[in-house]
């Protein structure tokens, strides 16, 4: 990731000990190779720690380009563009708008200019938030709020430790979650694709990870007629919600019923798996 794509840094020891202690948004915390894990550096590990906060050992060369000339102390913390929030928060949304959940998450999505994009196309598709992994995801940097051309003050981005868990919660919680992948194996406009659904797209030149893809309810593909073999991930992601948006003024007509399948699409749905 380029400097300027970076988070906002917070520099010094004190600083990001006491960002942390304040539960302000920090996406991750960068630590100087061999720098003395005792004192207050060892306070801060231990906060991340507690507070699920990623800690990234890097080269203190790193962290004078992040610094600018400033002090750094071997410590440096990004803090997002933007408070982050649960998955739990994003069916809270949709629960007090009367609404059946529509998600979409990223498996892998690393391009803050690619993860803007999809937080743009999500609020104007009407979907609750947007779900992202800890590890392996652009955090919501100054480019990533450019990108999104102000949809990230309006649209929920949670951040999931593990994505496979997460999606796992959902199915629980009735949502049906459907992948998207070029060897899928049905079209994703001859599918019934409204809410209650979690749509999951993968990393750019990657896919969707096999542990991701084996707990999707179903996976579709989006058919290609060129040479190209692939989309980019914000133009698919794009196809995909706009195609559930389709089918909402139909979801909602129905009330929200949720009892194992959609009124109307049980045929269209494979079994849930126990």
């Not at 997002?80 to 498996?107: H, K, M, N, Q, S």
């Not at 994505?163 to 019934?192: C, F, I, M, N, T």
Request: charged share 20%; proline share 5%; aromatic share 2%.
């Amino acid at each position: 990731m380029a400097a300027e794509d970076a988070p906002a840094p917070l520099l010094g020891r004190r600083a990001v000990l006491e960002a942390l202690r304040a539960g302000r948004p920090v996406s991750r915390v960068l630590v100087a190779g061999g720098a003395d894990a005792r004192g207050s550096l060892g306070e801060i590990l231990h906060e991340a720690h507690v507070r699920r906060v990623v800690v990234q050992t890097v080269d203190r060369r790193r962290l004078d380009t992040l610094a600018r000339g400033l002090v750094h102390q071997g410590v440096a913390a990004l803090v997002a563009a933007a408070p982050l929030a649960t998955v739990d928060d994003l069916l809270r949304r949709a629960r007090d708008r009367g609404e059946a959940p529509f998600l979409i998450a990223l498996d892998g999505v690393e391009d803050p200019h690619n993860l803007g994009a999809v937080i743009r196309t999500a609020e104007a598709a009407g979907a609750h938030g947007v779900i992202i992994p800890r590890r392996r995801a652009a955090g919501l940097s100054p480019a990533v709020a450019r990108a999104s051309a102000g949809a990230l003050a309006h649209c929920l981005v949670a951040q999931a430790g593990n994505l496979v868990a997460a999606l796992g919660h959902l199915k629980a919680q009735g949502v049906w979650v459907v992948g998207a992948d070029p060897a899928g194996g049905e079209r994703y406009d001859e599918v019934s694709l409204a809410p209650p659904v979690a749509l999951v797209v993968g990393g750019e030149g990657r896919g969707l990870h096999r542990l991701v893809r084996e707990r999707c309810d179903r996976v579709v593909r989006i058919p290609l007629r060129g040479v190209v073999a692939s989309l980019n991930v914000s133009v698919a992601a794009a196809l995909l919600l706009f195609e559930v948006a389709r089918h909402l003024p139909a979801a909602a007509a129905g009330g929200g019923a949720r009892a194992g399948a959609r009124p109307g699409a049980a045929s269209a749905r494979p079994a849930r798996e126990s």
